[in-house]
């Protein structure tokens, strides 16, 4: 349950239900929306899934493939949403921040 008027406990809350998605392939939050910008300027919008997630620093991560089009968004500006929802919770999670690209060799 969602603490009430606690702020600090309410973060606490998001980033423990997020390290959680990022390890259950069952969360509702596992599967998440990521928002970008296009080079036209225009908003893209597509799923992702939570790999990884460390509350302490406020981060969250995702795999993609080197040459999808969302790498040379992020890169060109790293800007993001990522929306996650869980529905049989009523339970919506927007964030906000600044991306950064890691690639691994192949």
């Not at 899934?49 to 493939?65: K, M, N, P, S, Y």
């Not at 999808?68 to 921040?97: C, F, H, M, N």
Request: glycine share 4%; no cysteine.
């Amino acid at each position: 349950m969602l603490p009430d008027n606690d702020l600090d406990a309410i973060a606490a809350f998001i980033w423990a239900e997020l390290v959680a998605a990022s390890h259950d392939n069952d969360s509702q939050f596992r599967h998440a929306q990521l928002a970008t910008i296009d080079p036209r300027g225009w908003p893209q919008s597509r799923t992702v899934i939570l790999r990884h997630v460390d509350a302490g620093r406020r981060e969250v991560g995702f795999h993609t493939h080197r040459h999808s089009a969302k790498i040379a968004e992020l890169q060109a500006a790293p800007a993001v949403t990522l929306l996650a929802y869980d529905s049989p919770r009523g339970l919506q999670l927007r964030l906000w921040g600044q991306a950064q690209v890691h690639v691994e060799a192949p």
